[in-house]
Each structure stands twice: as structure tokens, then as C-alpha cells.
């Protein structure tokens, strides 16, 4: 039987451009290339741990708006169920643009998450934690990912946390994990270092931390060690969803594989995501080795 994970989190609608160089001030440019579809922390993860022979739920806000069918036709695509914790909200799901640079990978991008919008009840969760195996959050959806934390802490399944950016209240999600993979730019309060914030996640009492650096290697601190783990040299032609990829994975190789195996098989499928364009092409990309 497949690996359940949950990924309970932010769902965007992803407009995406290629170009080769960014963009000037007042400048006006026809893209190379331009793609549609699915996004959000949560959201890559689930379509990653997927695509890689698990069984992923995506617990997000979708909406009934036109807009609303990209997201749920791209997770259809992909086999990823989900449960919709906003079904009759009519407004524009959040939005991102992003620009890539065909010449680096490196992008820019600008979005509008889903801060001020109605939260769900708890009562979402009523049977929707059955079964998990694992658990990853996104630090959306705070008041939820806390309580479902809690709740599949307590059956003794990992709660992976991807922590990309500080938001209020995060200690509280933080606070049930037992692994948490932040980006070099988290930030607790008061922290202004790497090091710091890898002090502060300790200090909660986190098993399992590590930090991604882009093409640097991860560190890495657990009751039994700290240390780094190399990643995998690429000639990136685009880094969008390389980190949300890179949660996913993780997800489906831990805790079958320890800490660190976990981290570095993660860290070559987000190097195969960075050989390809867009956010879906490296899983045809991965078939194709395998063959």
C-alpha cells in the first residue's frame, strides 16, 4: 500500500513567463514561453510526493471561482486528491506571477497569498487525518496546520514543516513538528543569522532541523549531531518550486530513509526540478532516467 501524506496549505494559481534576461524598468516584452497552473508551497509538495509513487491529500482553500478549475484540474492531472476547505468562496483564488530568466533560472516573482480570508473550523479535519503517514505544512492556514500538527503528533507520525518565510502565531505550528526544513531567509524574531535561527528551532525542541541554501550545502542538526549535506551541482534552467519539490521528496523518503539520506535523495530530485522549465516538467524528466 502506498505512503499517505497530507499537505495542508497555500493553493495559488501560478502564471508563469520565460524571458531571457529580467525585465527593465517600463519595458515591454513578448515571453518565450508561458505556463499556467497549480501553486503554492503545499501545493508542489503534494504533486512531488505524488508524482514519485506515494499518496498525497491536499487539504487548501480553492473556491468556486472560473479560476479555481486550473487549480483543480492540474492536481486531477497529477492524482493528487483534495479537500477544499473553502468550496463556495466565489473570490479570485490567490495569484502569482512569475518571470524566469532562461539565461540563469534564477526568477522573480510577485503574489498575493490568501491573508484575510475567511479561516476554516477545526471540523474540517474530522476524518481527514485518517490514515496519514506524514504530515507537512506550509505555514498557511496557521490555526488548522496547528491543530492537525497536533493531532497527527499525538498518533506518533512525523510533521514535517516547511518553513520558507516567519509569519505571526508560527511557533504555534512549529512547536509540533519533528522536523522542520527552513530556507536561509526564515527569520524568527529577533534572529538575524542562519545560526540564530537554527538556535531558536532547536530551543522549541524540534528533533530534526535543516536549513536549504540554494546550491550550498544543507545544514543539518539532530539530538545525535550537526552537520552538512552536499547538493548536487546543476546547470539550472529554472529554480520556480525547486524548495516546495524538494519538501515533497523528503516527504516521500522519510522516515523510511534517516535525516540525512532523506534530505540528500530530496536534494537530487530538486536538482533534476531545476534542469527543467516550469514546475511539472522534471517529473517527465524523472520517468525518462528511469526507463
Known amino acids: 500500500m502506498a505512503k499517505q501524506g497530507l499537505f495542508l496549505g497555500l493553493v495559488t494559481v501560478n502564471v508563469m513567463y520565460q524571458t531571457p534576461i529580467p525585465l527593465g524598468s517600463n519595458e515591454k516584452r513578448q515571453a518565450d514561453g508561458m505556463c499556467l497552473a497549480a501553486g503554492g508551497p503545499a501545493t508542489n509538495a503534494a504533486i512531488a510526493f505524488q508524482g514519485l509513487g506515494s499518496q498525497s491529500r491536499l487539504l487548501g482553500a480553492i473556491g468556486c ?12 492531472h497529477h492524482g493528487v486528491t483534495w479537500s477544499d476547505l473553502t468550496p463556495h468562496e466565489p473570490l479570485p483564488p490567490p495569484m502569482s506571477s512569475i518571470i524566469t530568466s532562461t539565461t540563469t533560472g534564477d526568477r522573480a516573482v510577485i503574489t498575493r497569498n490568501a491573508m484575510g480570508r475567511r479561516s476554516p473550523g477545526m471540523d474540517i479535519l474530522a476524518g481527514t487525518l485518517q490514515g496519514v503517514s506524514i504530515l507537512m505544512v506550509d505555514g498557511h492556514q496557521m490555526q488548522l496546520s496547528a491543530e492537525a500538527a497536533r493531532q497527527v503528533q499525538q498518533c506518533q507520525r512525523p510533521v514535517v514543516v516547511d518553513a520558507g518565510s516567519w509569519k505571526p502565531h508560527f511557533d504555534r505550528v512549529l512547536r509540533q513538528a519533528t522536523v ?3 530556507s536561509q531567509q526564515f527569520r524568527p524574531p ?40 552536499p547538493v548536487p551541482p546543476v546547470q539550472a534552467r529554472d529554480t520556480l518550486g525547486a524548495g516546495d519539490i524538494f519538501h515533497g521528496a523528503f516527504c516521500h523518503y522519510y522516515p523510511e530513509h534517516d535525516f540525512q539520506t532523506a534530505l540528500a535523495k530530496a536534494a537530487m530530485i530538486a536538482a533534476t526540478a531545476c534542469e527543467s522549465i516550469w514546475t511539472r516538467a522534471w517529473l517527465s524528466a524523472l520517468r525518462y532516467r528511469a526507463k
Open 190 to 229: 529577533g534572529c538575524d543569522t542562519v545560526e540564530a535561527a537554527i538556535a531558536y528551532l532547536i530551543a522549541l525542541g524540534i528533533p530534526q532541523v535543516a536549513v536549504t541554501r540554494g546550491p550550498e550545502p544543507i545544514l543539518y542538526h539532530t539530538p545525535h549531531g550537526a552537520g552538512t549535506v
Open 65 to 76: 471561482h472560473p479560476l479555481s478549475s486550473v487549480i483543480r484540474d492540474d492536481l486531477t
Open 180 to 182: 522542520v526544513i527552513a
